[in-house]
């Protein structure tokens, strides 16, 4: 994209809603946004690491026992599903999910992605409207701002002149 926008990652199984929690969905749509239009960037796909997998909370598993996804680590292979998810992400700006666990939360945060939970299942062309309604106002919020990307895909200044 040629003018200042947010790289926004949403987390589906779908394909056309985000629809699920972030440690668990199958695939992460991302978008370029601006406030006239989007561009889409890319689709990566999910598998899981571990043997128990999608399995984790039923009769005979794991004996419904409390556990987060995140955390999952039983193969023994020093796979982290968690680690390839935000490494997914890298160069995003926002990141929408039906779901995100603390873990999950602190660390798509420190690689400067604005995390947001949705509590109902939204389709994405009303979260991508939505962000650029955000956009088309004269003083984004500051998490906006701060999360505004050059053309080359660059986190830019938080300036309010540069988001219009």
């Given amino acids: 994209m040629d003018t200042p926008h947010l790289r926004v990652a949403l987390m589906t199984n779908n394909l056309i809603q985000v629809d699920v929690n972030f440690s668990v969905a199958k695939r992460v749509m991302i978008f370029d946004v601006n406030a006239e239009k989007s561009e889409f960037v890319d689709t990566c796909y999910f598998g899981y690491g571990s043997k128990k997998g999608a399995e984790m909370g039923k009769k005979g598993s794991g004996g419904g026992k409390c556990c987060q996804m995140d955390e999952l ?5 020093g796979f982290d599903p968690l680690t390839e998810r935000v490494n997914a992400l890298v160069g ?3 990141l929408f999910a039906k779901g995100l666990s603390d873990l999950a939360a602190c660390r798509v945060f420190e690689h400067k ?12 062309d009303d979260v991508i409207t939505q ?3 955000l956009l088309q ?11 505004m990307r050059d053309a080359d895909g660059n986190r830019m200044a938080h300036a309010v002149e540069q988001c219009a």
């Fill in 137 to 147: 106002k004269n003083a984004p919020p500051l998490w906006v701002r701060r999360s």
């Fill in 73 to 77: 680590d039983d193969d023994g292979s």
């Fill in 92 to 94: 995003c700006s926002l």
């Fill in 113 to 124: 992605i604005f995390p947001v939970n949705t509590e109902k299942v939204r389709d994405i």
């Fill in 131 to 133: 962000v650029q309604k």
